[in-house]
T-cell receptor, first 112, second 114 residues
């Protein structure tokens, strides 16, 4: 069973479109994250959610909005997509007090 | 200056060699230090974890942290072709990253030649 699963794995879309990436974890974790990995492989935190509450929001454009319908899911909505949004987006989860954050396989977003 | 500096490589070594990977950082509040391994088109997976300064060994892998120098290392002994991957250092003030998540280095692309 996949611990942290993301869909879709690949997403190609045109500039200006609105898209969503879904993330589900079956580990019972209470904190979930979205990370962005750019073309130079630099992995940077975007959001974290703890018990359905947004904890942090780094310097991310407000076109990006996380939505958590329940503790096991954290979806990422992106409005008015731009070329610079092309990257691999990783969802991760962690249990409070634990060390390890488990990552999903990533969603490779290409904006054309 | 970026918070975490890591040489992106690529670093190419022959099979069986000892590999040394390292990161430097500027935030003295970091207390938890991790190494993640990422294979091509896969998500990062935790390889090693250390708290504060010191060494930790797990099989062929040894992680070292020197907080006074703000320098961390990962050593791989008897390197295998299957070790070929990108190795990302990560660190945080809180265990597992807490609410702030992890701060990653850029990753070092390692190639082990058979």
């Amino acid at each position: 069973d996949t611990a942290v699963s993301q869909t879709p794995k690949y997403l190609v879309t045109q500039m200006g479109n609105d898209k969503s990436i879904k993330c589900e974890q079956n580990l019972g974790h209470d904190t979930m994250y979205w990370y962005k990995q750019d073309s130079k492989k630099f992995l940077k935190i975007m959001f974290s959610y703890n018990n359905k509450e947004l904890i942090i929001n780094e310097t991310v454009p407000n076109r990006f909005s996380p939505k958590s319908p329940d503790k096991a899911h954290l979806n990422l909505h992106i409005n008015s997509l731009e070329l610079g949004d092309s990257a691999v987006y990783f969802c991760a989860s962690r249990s409070g007090g634990d060390t390890e954050a488990f990552f999903g396989q990533g969603t490779r977003l290409t904006v054309v | 200056q970026k918070e975490v500096e890591q040489d992106p490589g690529p670093l190419s070594v022959p099979e069986g060699a000892i590999v040394s990977l390292n990161c430097t950082y500027s935030n003295s509040a970091f207390q938890y230090f991790m190494w993640y391994r990422q294979y091509s088109r896969k998500g990062p997976e935790l390889l090693m974890y250390t708290y504060s300064s010191g060494n930790k060994e797990d099989g062929r892998f040894t992680a070292q942290v020197d907080k006074s120098s703000k320098y961390i290392s990962l050593f791989i002994r008897d390197s295998q072709p299957s070790d070929s991957a990108t190795y990302l250092c990560a660190m945080s003030e809180y265990s597992g990253g807490g609410a702030d998540g992890l701060t990653f280095g850029k990753g070092t692309h390692l190639i082990i030649q058979p």
